[in-house]
């Protein structure tokens, strides 16, 4: 499989970054050219099922991580940084067990490798209640969405999936279908035969309960040179909402010896 791709930036050690559910690459663009100039190459990655890469299933965490391996060896990316967000960082945590050796440091934001219940099922029933063949506007998804989702920036993140076709109407960069059937897979425990010792930085907001104070046992187990920085008034969307403090803490760890 070829995993659609952008490159930002020219020199430097190279940085993967993969979104999370309902995300595409296009998440990561303005943030990424201030990464970059750190001295960083950032190769910013549409998962399958997401943005322009094909949509296929199976999704689960498995087949992520040998897409990752795929994509690297495609590159000739050698032992570069990854970091993901949400679903992207259960796909770096999976990939991390799955080929040791292949990578320098990890960042994981906004997510343990616990398994989560399933909590988007009020998104999904109002992407799937949208009549992506008849409307003529992204304010009519808008107001669709609206009965079931309140926040104005969630309906925002979601519908920037939302693209004019070269035939004419809509269509969804993510494999709606495939989310409204697998979401049980992308709430689920990421496995390991052995210990990551690589360093390893999870990234919580403060106002997030994805990685709580009692999940850290647990995840030193699995990431023994494990550390946890969290980021005052944010949420799962750290990078999103406080940009400035994510690119500190993220440089202050790559940078670190």
Excluded at 38 to 51: F, K, M, S, T
Excluded at 157 to 186: A, C, H, Q
Excluded at 187 to 208: C, M, Q
Aim: proline residues 6%; glycine residues 8%; negative net charge.
């Amino acid at each position: 499989m070829f995993l659609n791709y952008k490159k930002i930036g020219e020199t430097g050690k190279p940085l993967i970054v993969l979104h999370g559910v309902f995300g595409l690459l296009d998440n990561w663009l303005t943030i990424s050219k201030t990464i970059s100039e750190q001295g960083y190459i950032l190769y910013l990655v549409d998962q399958r099922n997401h943005g322009r890469s094909p949509h296929q299933e199976p999704l689960d965490y498995p087949t992520f991580s040998s897409d990752l391996k795929e994509f690297l060896d495609q590159q000739h990316i050698e032992n570069p940084h990854l970091l993901g967000h949400s679903m992207g960082g259960k796909t770096i945590m999976q990939y991390a067990a799955d080929f040791p050796g292949t990578y320098d440091k990890l960042v994981i934001v906004d997510i343990g490798p616990k398994a989560y219940p399933i909590h988007h099922t009020k998104i999904l029933k109002g992407l799937n209640a949208i009549p992506i063949d008849e409307i003529a506007s992204r304010n009519e998804a808008d107001a669709v969405l609206a009965e079931y989702e309140p926040i104005v920036s969630v309906r925002q993140f979601l519908l920037k999936n939302l693209y004019r076709k070269d035939e004419g109407g809509f269509g969804w960069r993510f494999n709606l279908p495939v989310l409204t059937t697998s979401m049980s897979k992308i709430g689920a425990a990421t496995t390991y035969d052995a210990p990551v010792n690589n360093p390893t930085l999870f990234i919580r907001g403060e106002k997030s309960d994805y990685i709580k104070d009692e999940d850290w046992e647990d995840i030193l187990k699995i990431f023994p040179n494990a550390e946890l920085e969290t980021i005052s008034n944010a949420g799962h969307w750290v990078q999103a909402e406080q940009p400035q403090a994510f690119v500190n803490c993220l440089m202050g760890f790559l940078k670190k010896n």
